[in-house]
């Protein structure tokens, strides 16, 4: 997840370069920070007419449930499908991943929720939810567990009813229990992290990558892009080639799931990550979006049509 702003950068960029051999050694190089960056501080190196990103972590998102070893197995894996750009090396102690740049540009959530081009975000998920598996899994429902747990640690100024809306999981959970699809997963799959390169959506950022349900997958698109009702079938009609009552529930539901991630996830950020973004008033607005997926009266019925599967 990544966002204007960053929190403590564990390693300079300097120090960065000079570990890597192919930058280090470079005859003509330039530097140049990227934007974005809660959880990671990204730069472009430009080296003997190549270009590199080179990410470096920020401190204490582990905390947010991010495996940086697991991240670079991930991403090796994705590359091989041609989504994930190629990875050229990791330094595992300082946490710095560096890949091949990938010239493009990030279109907007508006853009984005067009058929044609969803058409080709599945078509970039399809190639990555066939390829190689990940190394581990994720399930949004114990990484909420988990940041739940955080959040109260270091004092968030969680709502007061957040224990009620963690209990409404458990009615969610228990209802997708059968039917997952489980596959090669990305997890994160908002507007900086999917770029245009005039060929083919690629996707960097593969921070919560792992196993897991390619409808949580959708979800989460779905979610960061305001997809409507009617949308949200083209999503899946795109996706499987016909919707279900099923999987159309699968998915309204876990796009309320997916609400709920992102609150947490910005409630752990408040008093874990030292920056100046606006924690509290993202998660904020992701709570808000949840208690009002939650009050659609269709629910019920989203719960009983997943329980008979997709």
């Not at 950068?9 to 370069?17: D, G, K, V």
Request: net charge negative; with cysteine.
């Amino acid at each position: 997840m990544t966002a204007p702003a960053a929190g403590v950068m564990p390693i300079s960029i300097e120090e960065a370069i000079a570990r890597i051999p192919l930058l280090a050694e470079a005859s003509a190089l330039a530097v140049a920070l990227l934007p974005g960056g809660i959880s990671n501080f990204n730069y472009r190196v430009d080296v003997d007419g190549e270009s590199f990103v080179v990410r470096i972590a920020a401190e204490d998102t582990a905390l947010f449930g991010v495996d940086r070893q697991r991240e670079y197995r991930c991403t090796v894996a994705a590359s091989q499908t041609g989504v994930a750009p190629e990875v050229i090396t990791f330094l595992p102690d300082v946490e710095v991943l560096v890949t091949r740049f990938i010239s493009g540009r990030c279109p907007s959530a508006d853009e984005m929720a067009r058929p044609e081009m969803m058409a080709r975000v599945v078509e970039s998920m399809h190639r990555y939810h066939s390829g190689p598996a990940f190394e581990g899994s994720f399930s949004p429902f114990r990484a909420l567990e988990e940041y739940l747990r955080i959040a109260r640690q270091y004092r968030a100024p969680l709502p007061p009813d957040v224990d009620r809306m963690h209990q409404r999981l458990r009615e969610i959970e228990a209802a997708l229990r059968g039917g997952a699809v489980i596959r090669p997963c990305h997890n994160d799959l908002w507007e900086p992290n999917l770029i245009d390169d005039g060929t083919r959506i690629r996707i960097v950022d593969w921070e919560y990558a792992g196993m897991g349900d390619v409808y949580f997958d959708l979800a989460n698109f779905a979610v960061h892009h305001n997809l409507s009702d009617t949308q949200d079938e083209g999503l899946l009609r795109s996706y499987f080639g016909e919707v279900t009552d099923g999987g159309f529930a699968r998915l309204k539901l876990l796009k309320i799931v997916a609400e709920l991630r992102e609150a947490m996830w910005y409630m752990v950020g408040v008093n874990v990550l030292r920056t100046e973004f606006d924690f509290l008033g993202s998660a904020t607005t992701h709570f808000e979006r949840y208690g009002h997926a939650l009050d659609d009266r269709r629910v019920p019925a989203w719960l009983a049509q997943a329980l008979l599967g997709a």
